[in-house]
């Protein structure tokens, strides 16, 4: 049953976008992937409006004092099995904010990633290599 | 909301849901399908920049303020720069001075096209979503070709700028100017004359002049209720005053006017961009300084949403002692409470979403200590009347 459900998460992930202190420039990129240059709603990949419908959460943005809970909510909330791709360095070792008083250090701590995509923000190429790794982990 | 008697529903909007990338929370008080209020609760994108602001060198910070907000990511290093130049009391070179214009209004029309793109997507209408990002492509290429970036270009630094806009660069920027305005020319019209957006923009979310003074709303949110405001006319800096352009001002206050004031400023900003090629001198593109004097000083930019506001205190040292940053967003998502009321759930979200809010650019000043709200306004109002009776008692004689 597990690997069959792997399986159908390989084909047409739906993704959903979660924003957790960004600075808006990692999201607008996302977006980007979705419009006429890539596109990659050939694919099969959408963005969806619930985290209840998604195979593939994008986390973007450190996580703050005040993100961190409705976060973990929204990962809860996921249908398991599900893939955590943290776009941005922020999602990697919170850039400059890491000295920051209202940060609470790095995703890692706190759920599950399973692939990072570094850059500030990455190029929407380097956010579609990503998932596709991540799709590639599935084996 | 105490007096909410059973006749009231409560519907959130947020702080994940699909309409907006940024997490905030809406709470809309409705009766029926009809919005009778509005609960902003912000904060969810704290990051304590002020703060860090105050741990690293002048010249660190820059590529700090660049990360407040990715779309203005030219406008709040613009801003700091101009504080610490104040302090300085030195000028950039003419050529820094016209590139950083150059940058500010390319940045305006990437900032407008996304915001247009948005609200088609906010109002269901994905096609124009699609088209208009499409066309937005081509400007990031010439960010990516003008400054090695599509969105943090790291333009700015203290006493001019950090690259030169190479001769054999400007047909090409040119090129890509000629293809905006026909892809401007083509939305106006195209937006103008479409039925269905009309229905939807057109009467909705009103922002009335008198409601506007009194949030002190800022850029396009203001223009497009009747107040002619704008930094770039009012204080002008770096070659804005050198070229020819106008203001743009409706008097509607509705959603409409405020995506007719946003398009028609691309075409100004294009206008003030080929000036500034045509008009660009030469010479070098920064001022060397030494060090930083003790003292303070402001620093005023019109970013694409209205005026950000930096001010910098320097003690001598090399490190800013103060650091205090205002985004319009601030000023502009309180008004969303005089512009909601009355109308639908259905049009709330484009009403809420047409001050082309930022809310990574806004929530930088709530202070919060082990995840509860230490202060609230109230509090800060009442920490500061006691500050104040305290001077009073120590200098009263």
């Given at each position: 049953?597990?690997?069959?459900?792997?399986?159908?998460?390989?084909?047409?992930?739906?993704?959903?976008?979660?924003?957790?202190?960004?600075?808006?420039n990692?999201d607008?990129?996302?977006?980007?992937?979705?419009?006429?240059?890539?596109?990659?709603?050939?694919?099969?990949?959408?963005?969806?409006?619930?985290?209840?419908?998604?195979?593939?959460?994008?986390?973007?943005g450190?996580?703050?004092?005040?993100?961190?809970?409705?976060?973990?909510?929204?990962?809860?909330?996921?249908?398991?099995?599900?893939?955590?791709?943290?776009?941005?360095?922020?999602?990697?070792?919170?850039h400059m904010?890491?000295k920051s008083?209202n940060?609470?250090?790095p995703?890692?701590?706190?759920?599950?990633?399973?692939?990072?995509?570094?850059?500030c923000?990455?190029?929407?190429?380097?956010?579609?290599?990503?998932?596709?790794?991540?799709?590639?982990?599935?084996? | 909301m105490?007096?909410?008697?059973?006749?009231y529903?409560i519907?959130?909007?947020?702080?994940?849901?699909?309409?907006?990338?940024?997490?905030?929370?809406f709470?809309?008080?409705?009766?029926?399908?009809?919005?009778?209020?509005?609960?902003?609760?912000l904060g969810y994108?704290?990051?304590g920049?002020?703060y860090?602001?105050?741990?690293?060198?002048?010249?660190?910070?820059p590529?700090?303020?660049?990360?407040?907000?990715?779309?203005?990511?030219?406008?709040?290093?613009?801003?700091?720069?101009?504080?610490?130049?104040?302090?300085?009391?030195?000028?950039?070179p003419?050529?820094?001075?016209?590139?950083?214009t150059?940058?500010?209004?390319?940045?305006?029309?990437?900032?407008?096209?996304?915001?247009?793109?948005?609200?088609?997507?906010?109002?269901?209408y994905?096609?124009?979503?699609?088209?208009?990002?499409?066309?937005?492509?081509p400007?990031?290429?010439?960010?990516?070709?003008?400054?090695?970036?599509?969105?943090?270009y790291?333009?700015?630094?203290?006493?001019?700028?950090?690259?030169d806009?190479?001769?054999e660069?400007?047909?090409?920027?040119?090129?890509?100017l000629?293809?905006?305005?026909?892809k401007?020319t083509?939305?106006?019209?195209?937006?103008?004359?479409?039925?269905?957006?009309?229905?939807?923009?057109?009467?909705?979310?009103?922002?009335?002049?008198?409601?506007?003074?009194?949030?002190?709303?800022?850029?396009?949110?203001?223009?497009?209720?009747?107040?002619?405001?704008?930094?770039?006319?009012?204080?002008?800096?770096?070659?804005y005053?050198?070229?020819?352009?106008?203001?743009i001002?409706?008097?509607e206050?509705?959603?409409?006017?405020?995506?007719k004031?946003?398009?028609?400023e691309?075409?100004?900003?294009?206008?003030?961009?080929?000036?500034?090629?045509?008009?660009?001198?030469?010479?070098?593109?920064?001022?060397?300084?030494?060090?930083?004097?003790?003292?303070?000083?402001?620093?005023?930019?019109?970013?694409?949403?209205?005026?950000?506001?930096?001010?910098?205190?320097?003690d001598?040292?090399?490190?800013?002692?103060?650091?205090?940053?205002?985004?319009?967003s601030?000023?502009?998502?309180?008004?969303?409470?005089?512009?909601v009321?009355?109308?639908?759930?259905?049009?709330?979200?484009?009403?809420?979403?047409a001050?082309?809010?930022?809310?990574?650019?806004?929530?930088?000043t709530?202070?919060?200590?082990?995840?509860?709200?230490?202060?609230?306004?109230?509090?800060?109002?009442?920490l500061?009347?006691?500050k104040?009776?305290?001077?009073?008692?120590?200098?009263?004689?």
């Amino acid at each position: 049953m597990g690997k069959f459900k792997l399986w159908g998460l390989k084909k047409s992930p739906w993704v959903f976008h979660v924003a957790a202190a960004s600075c808006n420039n990692c999201d607008i990129e996302i977006l980007d992937v979705l419009t006429p240059r890539w596109d990659v709603e050939r694919f099969g990949i959408v963005l969806v409006g619930s985290p209840r419908h998604a195979d593939v959460l994008l986390v973007t943005g450190v996580l703050n004092r005040k993100t961190l809970p409705r976060v973990l909510r929204v990962y809860e909330e996921t249908p398991k099995p599900c893939l955590v791709i943290g776009v941005g360095t922020c999602t990697c070792h919170c850039h400059m904010f890491e000295k920051s008083y209202n940060v609470v250090g790095p995703y890692d701590r706190h759920l599950p990633v399973d692939v990072y995509i570094p850059g500030c923000p990455p190029k929407p190429e380097a956010i579609i290599m990503g998932v596709v790794k991540a799709l590639q982990r599935l084996g | 909301m105490n007096e909410i008697n059973s006749k009231y529903r409560i519907v959130p909007i947020g702080p994940y849901h699909p309409l907006q990338e940024e997490p905030e929370f809406f709470k809309l008080i409705v009766e029926g399908e009809r919005v009778i209020d509005l609960e902003i609760n912000l904060g969810y994108n704290h990051r304590g920049h002020e703060y860090l602001a105050q741990t690293m060198t002048f010249d660190q910070v820059p590529f700090l303020v660049e990360r407040i907000c990715g779309i203005c990511s030219n406008s709040h290093p613009y801003a700091y720069c101009l504080a610490v130049e104040d302090i300085c009391g030195i000028k950039p070179p003419p050529r820094a001075q016209y590139i950083r214009t150059i940058i500010g209004e390319l940045e305006r029309i990437h900032s407008h096209y996304l915001w247009l793109g948005l609200a088609g997507h906010f109002i269901g209408y994905n096609t124009v979503w699609m088209w208009v990002w499409r066309y937005r492509e081509p400007l990031l290429d010439l960010f990516e070709l003008i400054m090695g970036n599509r969105n943090h270009y790291a333009i700015n630094k203290i006493g001019g700028v950090r690259r030169d806009i190479l001769p054999e660069d400007y047909p090409k920027i040119e090129e890509y100017l000629d293809l905006l305005e026909e892809k401007t020319t083509m939305f106006t019209k195209a937006i103008l004359d479409d039925p269905v957006i009309r229905a939807r923009l057109e009467g909705v979310g009103i922002l009335k002049k008198e409601d506007a003074i009194a949030y002190g709303v800022l850029g396009p949110t203001a223009r497009a209720s009747g107040i002619a405001i704008d930094v770039r006319k009012d204080d002008p800096y770096d070659a804005y005053d050198k070229v020819d352009w106008d203001i743009i001002v409706f008097e509607e206050g509705d959603v409409l006017a405020k995506a007719k004031v946003r398009l028609l400023e691309c075409f100004e900003s294009i206008k003030i961009v080929r000036q500034c090629l045509k008009n660009m001198p030469e010479g070098p593109i920064e001022t060397r300084i030494e060090d930083i004097p003790a003292g303070e000083g402001i620093g005023r930019h019109e970013a694409p949403r209205g005026e950000v506001f930096h001010y910098v205190r320097s003690d001598g040292s090399n490190m800013p002692v103060r650091h205090k940053i205002r985004a319009p967003s601030y000023m502009n998502i309180a008004s969303n409470v005089a512009a909601v009321k009355g109308y639908s759930i259905a049009d709330a979200a484009l009403i809420l979403a047409a001050v082309d809010p930022c809310y990574c650019c806004t929530e930088r000043t709530i202070v919060y200590e082990n995840g509860v709200k230490k202060y609230t306004g109230k509090d800060l109002l009442r920490l500061s009347w006691e500050k104040t009776e305290e001077l009073k008692r120590k200098y009263r004689r």
